[in-house]
Structure formats: structure tokens, C-alpha cells
């Protein structure tokens, strides 16, 4: 009786004690589900699509209207304006609820950049624009290029250089196209010579200093042609050089003319330049004297070339500027390169500084004050293919392939900038002095422009 007593009190006790046990658990358990934070995934905003001002184009308002696609959940956008990439001194800089804004202070002329990002309700940023970052144009100087006439080549234009109101064309497979452009509004053709039936023209040059003009054009694959443009009926007096000529320049020193020239690779031939003595004698056409020097063997294909009387520039594709100094003519020899990116395919110097036309790169601005170490002093972006490009005074005159014809500031080098454009189908090649621009078109042939730019 007492042992059944003792074991009933042990067992309520046992009991007792698993009931106090797992009431504290519960208790400590619904204490730390009161701590517990509890996480609801936030979805981030997908990146928004940019609709206007449309990528690489060329914009005439002062104050734009920033067009893009709303997104579903959004409650804010964020729009940045500015004039680099990186986007550290933003022009505009604002956060609406609505997918479209227009800016409030007028924008100078210059390239933007511009991106949009979405914030949800949840108070989430979305990453920027779908399409990264999207550059547009912005001049209203549309007065200052205004178009005045063109006139069809015969081939394709694609480079030009005029003299006392005639302009000579390098007319691609049809070789050299002269044409009156003393009226600017009614050019016309003068006549075309087609030297060989395998050959396409890519440059041309002439002696500003000759009384009778002879034209040297440099031809893929019939090296250089030397042309006399004096007679009522051109003749072509012969060819000097190699093959896969691409550009040529040229230059008077003591008294004798130079003619540089540069190459792209073929079969056994580097790329590389050369240099010709070219000798005037009475009553005989100008030919050319033995080489100055050996050509010169080049890192990657020539594509363009000006010469001074002391050094010569070499647009040298991906490898970018080089320098070679021929103060020395008969003993010359490369003083500096410069990396830039894109393909460097024309060049033009003056007084210290160089003009590199890059293709997608834009245009390089180069300070070759030290011709030992020259630098970048700025780089413009342009909406084409930059293929050319020439100095006059404080302007940059650029052929800029689907872009047209590009007008940039370049009176403070370190911050050159865009100013004026004209569109062209496809601008290859062009030419300026401080009255007219004259562009080297893929459809229209050659197209004279009046220059309001240069005072």
C-alpha cells in the first residue's frame, strides 16, 4: 500500500515536472519568434529603355524633352545628363514620377550623355538603362554650315583638295575627277581621268606653290599617278611608288617638293612610308628622283599622313599616332608614337598640336608640343565614323562617315567640343579654308558648303 503510494507520488511528480519543462520551452520558443524579423524579397526594377533623344544623334534644342518607357511598379525615375561617361559634373540630375522631362536650363553645345534608372514602391533603384549609356549631339549654330550645291563624281568620292575654285577629287575606281566649283551652288565636271582599269583612288594632293598644277594621287594599286591638270585636256604623265598606297602629303623644303607617302600591308610589302624627291624640269613633266630614304617599315597599316617641314604624322590605324622627325631629310627617324583607341585614319597638324580622325573613336586632339612625348589633350566622340579630318584656325572640320560633316571647337584644346553638323549619307573625305567646306560623299559626290564657322 505505501510502496503504491510512493510510486503514485513519483509518478505526479515526474509528470509534473515534464509539464513545467515543456510549458518553459514553449514559452522561451514563442518569446524568440516575437524577436524574429521576418524578410519579404523586394524585387529590383528591371533597367529602363531610353527612347529619345535617340543614340548618336544630332539634336538642335536648346532645351530637349528626355523621352523613355515606364515600368510597371515604378514610382520614381532618376535622369542624368552629362558630359563625360562617368557622369561627375552632370548637367542635369533629377528624380520624377513621369517617363518624360524637359531641361529646364538650355544645354550648351557640346555631347551629352544620358541614362535613367527606376525606383519601385518598395523604394528599390533598378540598375540604368537597359542600353547603357546613350550620347547625343546638341548644336544650335544650325546656320553656320549652310549647304550650297553638289555635283555626282563619277566614281566615289573620296578625297578632295581645292585649288583657285577647281576641286580635284580622288574619285575611287574612276581615278581623278576635276570639277569647276567656282559657282558653289552649280558645281560641275570638268572631265575625269581614269588612269588604269585595276585601281582605286584614296587620296590626292597638289602643289600649292606650283604655277602649273600637277596632281599626285595615290591609288591602291597603281602606287602614285602624276597628273597634269594644266592642259585643256589632263593627261596622266606616269606613276611612281608601290602599291597599297593609301595617303600622301606633301611639303617644300629648300626649294624642292617632297612627296610623303604611306602603306597598308601587302603580300611581301609592311606596312610603311616613303619619301620622293620630285624634280621640276623645263618644258618635262614633274617626275620623281630617287628615294630620300628607304620606306620606313610600320607597325601596323598607314591610312593617313601630313608632313611639315620638319616632321611627318602617320595616322597608323590601331596603333594610333606616330611621329617621325625629318628635320634631317636624308637621315630620318621615328621620334614618338601614341596608343589612341579606335583606328587612327587621317591626320592634320598645326602649329603644336595634331588632329587624329579615329573612326568610332572620334577625334583625338593631341599636344605634340614635346614631339618626343606627345599627349591626349581631349578626345571628342562623334555620332559616325570619323575617316577625316582638316584645320582651319580654331576649327576642326571633320568627314564623319553616316555622320556627315562634324564642325568642332578646338580654340582650347584640353576642352574641344562640338559645334555644328550637317548630315550626309556618308562623309569619306573633306576639305576646308575660311569660305567653304568642301565633303567627299558616298551618295552625293562632292558637296560644297558655305563656312560661317570660321571668322
Known amino acids: 500500500m505505501g510502496g503504491n503510494m510512493m510510486r503514485g507520488i513519483l509518478k505526479f511528480f515526474y ?13 522561451l520558443i514563442s518569446g524568440c519568434g516575437k ?22 544623334t544630332l539634336i538642335h534644342e536648346n532645351n530637349p524633352t528626355f523621352v ?34 524637359t531641361t529646364i536650363n538650355p544645354l550648351i553645345n557640346t555631347s551629352f550623355y544620358w541614362r535613367v534608372r527606376a525606383r519601385n514602391q518598395d ?11 546613350w550620347t547625343f549631339y546638341k548644336t544650335d549654330n544650325i546656320f553656320y554650315i549652310p549647304f550650297m550645291g553638289s555635283v555626282i563624281t563619277v566614281g566615289s568620292a573620296r578625297d578632295v583638295v581645292v585649288r583657285n575654285d577647281t576641286a580635284y577629287v580622288a574619285d575611287g575606281a574612276a581615278d581623278l575627277t576635276i570639277v569647276d566649283a567656282l559657282d558653289k551652288e552649280n558645281p560641275s565636271i570638268i572631265q575625269n581621268i ?13 602643289n600649292p606653290q606650283d604655277t602649273v598644277p600637277y596632281a599626285f594621287v595615290a591609288d591602291l594599286d597603281g602606287s ?19 602599291q597599297n598606297i593609301e595617303d600622301l602629303s606633301g611639303v617644300f623644303i629648300q626649294d624642292t617638293l617632297y612627296i610623303f607617302t604611306v602603306r597598308s600591308a601587302s603580300g611581301f610589302n609592311l606596312a610603311g612610308m616613303a619619301l620622293y624627291q620630285i624634280i621640276y624640269e623645263p618644258n618635262f613633266p614633274p617626275h620623281p628622283g630617287p628615294w630620300v630614304w628607304n620606306p620606313i617599315d610600320l607597325p601596323a597599316d598607314a591610312k593617313g599622313v601630313y608632313a611639315d617641314t620638319a616632321y611627318s604624322y602617320v595616322a597608323c590605324d590601331v596603333v594610333g599616332l606616330i611621329i617621325i622627325d625629318h628635320t634631317d631629310i636624308y637621315n630620318p627617324f621615328q621620334i614618338s608614337s601614341l596608343d589612341l583607341e579606335g583606328s587612327s585614319l587621317s591626320v592634320h597638324a598645326q602649329g603644336d598640336y595634331v588632329y587624329v580622325a579615329a573612326d568610332r573613336a572620334g577625334i583625338y586632339v593631341v599636344d605634340a608640343t614635346d614631339k618626343a612625348a606627345p ?9 559616325g565614323r570619323t575617316n577625316d579630318v582638316h584645320v582651319v584656325g580654331d576649327y576642326a572640320f571633320i568627314a564623319d562617315g553616316s555622320g556627315g560633316l562634324k564642325v568642332i571647337d578646338v580654340s582650347v584644346p584640353d576642352s574641344s567640343h562640338f559645334i555644328a553638323a550637317y ?22 559626290g562632292l558637296m560644297v558648303f558655305e563656312n560661317l564657322v570660321v571668322e
Open 123 to 133: 523604394d528599390v533603384w533598378g540598375d540604368w538603362s537597359d542600353a547603357d549609356i
Open 68 to 101: 523613355w518607357r515606364g515600368i510597371a511598379d515604378a514610382g520614381r525615375y532618376q535622369l542624368q545628363v552629362a558630359t563625360s561617361s562617368n557622369f561627375i559634373n552632370k548637367s542635369v540630375n533629377v528624380e520624377i514620377s513621369d517617363t518624360a522631362y
Open 194 to 206: 581614269d588612269t588604269i582599269d585595276d585601281d582605286y583612288a584614296m587620296a590626292v594632293y597638289i
Open 375 to 383: 599627349t591626349i589633350a581631349s578626345q571628342v566622340n562623334t555620332s
Open 423 to 444: 548630315d550626309t549619307p556618308y562623309a569619306y573625305g573633306v576639305y576646308a579654308d575660311s569660305n567653304y567646306i568642301y565633303i567627299c560623299d558616298r551618295d552625293e
Open 15 to 27: 509528470i509534473f515536472t515534464i509539464i513545467v519543462f515543456l510549458s518553459g520551452m514553449s514559452y
Open 224 to 242: 602614285v599617278q602624276v597628273i597634269n591638270t594644266y592642259d585643256a585636256s589632263p593627261i596622266n604623265n606616269g606613276s611612281f611608288g608601290t
Open 35 to 56: 524577436e524574429k524579423v521576418i524578410i519579404r524579397y523586394r524585387e529590383i526594377p528591371p533597367p529602363v529603355e531610353l527612347i529619345s533623344p535617340a543614340n548618336d
